[in-house]
């Protein structure tokens, strides 16, 4: 059974510090997912994982995966305040045979202080 | 303007009464899927389909029901509302395997079952 694990669950940062969160799971898949969730609103895609060694970058923040850790990390760097979120990975279980059948982590509440 | 459009952002039901709610996607998604948020439980997959009249169980499937008639249309049904399925429920669609990788998500029903 694919079991996804964020930590920390919590992070508490000041503007300017860099962070990283840290994801990983605990059976063989070949894409991973991160989303972002302000309070009360859906979930936004912020990237797509599908190999290893993938790097991705937005702004702020960078998304790596290493399938062989079964590992991935989203780094935050020169945190602003606008980033305050809560931030789930995701796993594709490959159930059905079909993509997007997803397993999330717990998510890790961000809060962003001046 | 890709949209997954959930039919009530707020919902309160009394113990006992059925329940529907309804998703629709205009993406041409083949997959879609019902999700439940629980905080400190993350993201837990009820059901989800593949194709018109497919439906699949997902991790806690129990107290609930789906139907899909329609390609854009993806409906959860709680039979007898019950106190412990007070929660936020998401839909989220995404393309069959082989083609874009994301999962869009609704804005989310608040459930309240009173």
């Known amino acids: 059974e694919l079991k996804v694990e964020q930590n920390p669950l919590f992070l508490s940062m000041q503007e300017g510090k860099n962070y990283t969160i840290y994801c990983n799971y605990s059976t063989t898949s070949d894409r991973l997912y991160w989303y972002r969730q302000d309070p009360g609103k859906s979930l936004e895609s912020l990237f797509v994982?599908?190999?290893?060694?993938a790097v991705k970058q937005e702004g702020r923040l960078m998304a790596s995966l290493d399938t062989k850790a079964r590992l991935s990390t989203l780094h935050i760097t020169a945190a602003v305040h606008d980033l305050s979120a809560t931030y789930f990975c995701?796993?594709?279980?490959?159930?059905?045979?079909?993509?997007?059948?997803?397993?999330f982590g717990k998510g890790t509440k961000l809060s962003v202080k001046p | 303007d890709v949209k997954v459009t959930q039919s009530s952002r707020y919902l309160v039901k009394r113990t006992g009464e059925k329940v529907f709610l309804e998703c629709v996607q205009d993406?041409?998604?083949?997959?879609m899927f019902w999700y439940r948020q629980d905080p400190g439980l993350g993201l837990r997959l009820i059901y989800f389909?593949?194709?018109?009249?497919?439906?699949e169980k997902g991790d806690i499937p129990e107290g609930y029901s789906v139907s899909r008639e329609k390609k854009e249309r993806f409906s959860l049904i709680l039979e007898s509302a019950s106190t412990n399925q007070t929660s936020m429920y998401l839909c989220a669609s995404s393309f069959l395997r082989g083609r874009n990788e994301k999962l869009f998500f609704g804005s989310g029903t608040q459930l309240s079952v009173l």
């Open positions: 389909s593949y194709d018109v009249k497919m439906k």
């Open positions: 995701a796993v594709d279980s490959r159930r059905g045979g079909s993509q997007g059948n997803l397993i």
């Open positions: 994982l599908l190999s290893n060694g």
């Open positions: 993406m041409d998604h083949e997959n």
